[in-house]
């Protein structure tokens, strides 16, 4: 069997779903046959912002981290490898964010205790502060803070993330708060689930005041992971659907729907993620128009072998970033690719190749 990976970038009209007249060729974001994790964020004009991972050279236990950006769209790319200081052991996710010229990225990375560290940029991404900043409590326990997500909130920056100081096998949520632009972070972080299960892989947006958040959740059934989706309304304080276990659950089928991401425009909030449902595995969207009040029926964006979707939306419309796997029969593997593709308006989504 051979794999063929690709991650492609989907715009959707927000105002009314229409069928696509057809895709954009696709653009090579990165040429590398070793790159993961890739998120995404728009910024209201014409720019597309991505942080991603690259596979180290001198170290493949340690990935590298990347930042991607387009000034049309997501057309042309441009892309950097950002100095990390101190340098990592081993890592893997980041996420991205950005206020006005300010970008921000979040990124895993492991020395004696897997962390959360945090870099900027002052100037849409044109030079980067070296230094990374550490976001988890430095004297927590356990062994492991992960996966995180970054959101800007009028003038607080608030990163989520896993971690399992309260039990080697049981990760909770946790957040902290930054009043100054990442320079420093709230310590101890503030936990935001509280259950006998695993609560990860948060991925976070904000509209106005209210901060919405996701992860995948395997309360109930060990074997079997959920979407969850939280809201505050007053900067983090306090959480629409509690923090004890806290969340409302958006997926109910047997099979995993786990690594979501979150994006919203107005009151419209867009989540993705990735599903591995016996019948019909894949890549599923599912949107609320009302700020997470009421959901619409989800919507398979992929064909069945997609994995590790992101979002973003700004008023031209969504974008959705995933991986995506494409099995025929072939006796040697095929060396994985980084694409991007662009549609224009879809309700009946799909990645073509």
């Known amino acids: 069997m051979k794999s063929l990976i690709m991650i492609s970038i989907l715009m959707i009209f927000v105002s009314g779903w229409t ?3 057809g895709w954009r060729d696709e653009v090579q974001i990165d040429p590398s046959e070793q790159c993961a994790h890739c998120k995404v964020i728009a910024d209201g004009s014409s720019k597309v912002h991505c942080a991603y991972r690259h596979l180290g050279e001198t170290n493949p236990r340690c990935s590298d981290l990347w930042y991607g950006r387009s000034t049309d769209t997501g057309i042309e790319w441009t892309r950097e490898q950002l ?3 101190p340098p990592p052991v081993a890592d893997r996710s980041c996420d991205i964010a950005i206020k006005d010229s300010m970008v921000f990225i979040p990124f895993e990375m492991a020395q004696n205790r897997n962390n959360v560290y945090f870099q900027k940029s002052l100037d849409y991404g044109e030079l980067w502060l070296p230094e990374g900043i550490l976001i988890t409590d430095p004297d927590a326990l356990g062994d492991h803070s992960s996966h995180p997500g970054i959101v800007v909130d009028d003038t607080l920056l608030h990163v989520f993330f896993a971690d399992n100081r309260n039990g080697k096998t049981n990760f909770e949520i946790y957040h902290s708060v930054s009043t100054d632009w990442g320079d420093n972070w709230s310590h101890p972080n503030g936990r935001i689930t509280v259950a006998d299960s695993n609560s990860w892989h948060p ?3 904000c509209n106005g005041p209210s901060v919405h958040i996701v992860w995948g959740d395997n309360r109930g059934d060990p074997s079997n992971y959920e979407i969850y989706y939280n809201r505050s ?3 983090c304080q306090h959480w629409v659907y509690g923090v004890n276990p806290g969340g409302l659950r958006l997926t109910s089928i047997a099979g995993r729907s786990d690594y979501p991401d979150i994006a919203s425009y107005g009151n419209t ?10 019948f019909g595995p894949g890549i599923y969207y599912k949107r609320s128009t009302d700020n997470g009040n009421t959901w619409e029926a989800e919507v398979k964006l992929d064909a069945d072998y997609g994995s590790y979707p992101a979002i973003a939306a700004d008023e031209r419309g969504v974008y959705v970033v995933w991986q995506a796997g494409h099995q025929a029969a072939c006796s040697t593997p095929e060396p994985a690719r980084r694409e991007c593709a662009q549609a224009t308006g879809s309700h009946r989504l799909g990645c073509q190749y």
Do not use: G
């Open 269 to 278: 909030i867009h989540v993705v993620w990735w599903d591995q449902r016996k």
């Open 83 to 85: 100095d990390v200081t």
């Open 203 to 205: 991925a976070v947006t």
């Open 233 to 235: 309304d007053d900067h």
């Open 19 to 21: 069928y696509p007249p």
